[in-house]
């Protein structure tokens, strides 16, 4: 049988806890040791499996027990006996089993549209629409608060042929942050540099720090304060020349929306685990641009399942235009868990042409970094 129209017979998942090389510092927390994500994996009747990969972060989107529950508890019964070619209305379903939960809606959708293409014998890209680009320039974050760490990672980037860089700022001093900057205006010229605050000024200090960073002149300025502080976020954005990005304040379509209403950002960070999976990722892209806004393809704490599936949205995407984020399997874990490597070449992020994601998780690894698990033996 390889027809869509075959039923969905297996659903299992792994929580797992991937050791990282460095401490990792953001606006509103940090990772250090280990990031943890949610693998799912679907099979049919005639035996394909597809795999999705739910990348949450407790003080972002939430916690992997809280994805693993959702995933389990709520979302498997809509799914076992389901056909695999229904998946807009298995994940209109799940829309309504569990309240937000964003991270495990994205990883259903990545195993759906995996399972979908390896069965039909096409990209998870041509699910999508069909693809607009073959390569998406690569950014990675600067965000060890020992500087020195840094350093000798933008050697290997520039080894690489990366050429941009996002400068995480916010998580300790401003004296840290302008250091940086120059530092990177001396020695990086040939660098492009964004800067990120993940929400970590206060309303009080924003307008002069953000000030201060415009004098550099990066490619954009991100979410500086709370998410929920839209009003100050349309204060910042006309207060300089450089293009403010939305992150926290967006996750969604509806979010999207609302920016665009209150005039709060230039762009967004569209990423699958906010919006809730690939086609509600790339309406928030479609929302923005209608408004004459920017976007690009943010990520979380990904293993390079989820960065696989970040891939063949943006390939899709034509609205998305500012590169992506997909570092983390190549930069920050020890060992991603893929049968092969998330392919970068040139600081080029390269889309799959094979069916599905065009990658697998190796099934020795999900096993030994597994801290639990709901898998029929």
């Given amino acids: 049988m390889n027809d869509l129209s075959q039923n969905i017979i297996g659903y299992d998942l792994w929580h797992l806890k991937l050791p990282v090389t460095s401490r990792r510092d953001h606006g509103i927390g940090s990772v250090e040791g280990a990031c943890e994500v949610v693998m799912l994996r679907l099979t049919s009747e005639d ?10 972060w407790s003080v972002f989107t939430g916690t992997p027990e809280a994805t693993f529950a959702a995933l389990d508890r709520y979302i498997r019964p809509l799914v076992l006996g389901a056909r695999v070619g229904d998946r807009s209305a298995i994940m209109a379903r799940a829309a309504c089993a569990v309240a937000h939960c964003t991270e495990a809606k994205a990883a259903l959708e990545t195993a759906l549209l995996d399972l979908a293409g390896r069965i039909s ?102 979410q500086p304060v709370r998410a929920h502080h839209f009003g100050m976020m349309a204060k910042l954005r006309q207060m300089t020349d450089v293009p403010l990005l939305a992150d926290e304040s967006v996750f969604g379509p509806e979010d999207m929306e609302r920016a665009a209403r209150e005039s709060i950002c230039d762009g967004v960070s569209v990423k699958i685990m906010k919006s809730g999976g690939l086609t509600r990722g790339q309406t928030v892209a479609r929302i923005a641009a209608a408004h004459g806004l920017t976007a690009y393809g943010g990520d979380m704490f990904e293993a390079g399942l989820a960065h696989l599936a970040g891939t063949h949205m943006i390939a899709a995407t034509p609205e998305i235009t500012l590169g992506c984020e997909f570092y983390q399997a190549s930069y920050f874990l020890k060992e991603d868990i893929l049968e092969e490597p998330f392919r970068i070449q040139n600081g080029q992020v390269c889309v799959p042409e094979t069916p599905g994601l065009g990658g697998r998780p190796e099934m020795a690894k999900l096993n030994h970094y597994a801290v639990a698990k709901a898998v029929s033996e």
Avoid at 47 to 56: D, L, N, R
Avoid at 193 to 222: K, M, W
Wanted: a negative charge; charged letters at 25%; aromatic letters at 8%.
């Fill in 121 to 222: 014998g096409i990209p998870v890209w041509s699910l999508l629409g069909g693809r607009c680009r073959s390569t998406t320039p690569l950014s990675c974050s600067i965000a060890n608060p020992d500087f020195s760490q840094d350093i000798d990672l933008l050697a290997r980037l520039r080894e690489d042929g990366v050429r941009i860089v996002k400068l995480k700022t916010g998580f300790k001093d401003h004296a840290f942050d302008i250091m940086r900057l120059e530092y990177l205006a001396q020695n990086c010229p040939e660098f492009s540099v964004r800067v990120d605050y993940n929400q970590g000024l206060s309303i009080e200090e924003a307008p002069t720090r953000v000030r201060d960073v415009a004098r550099f002149n990066p490619d954009f300025i991100e």
């Fill in 47 to 56: 035996g394909t499996q597809g795999f999705g990969e739910a990348s949450p």
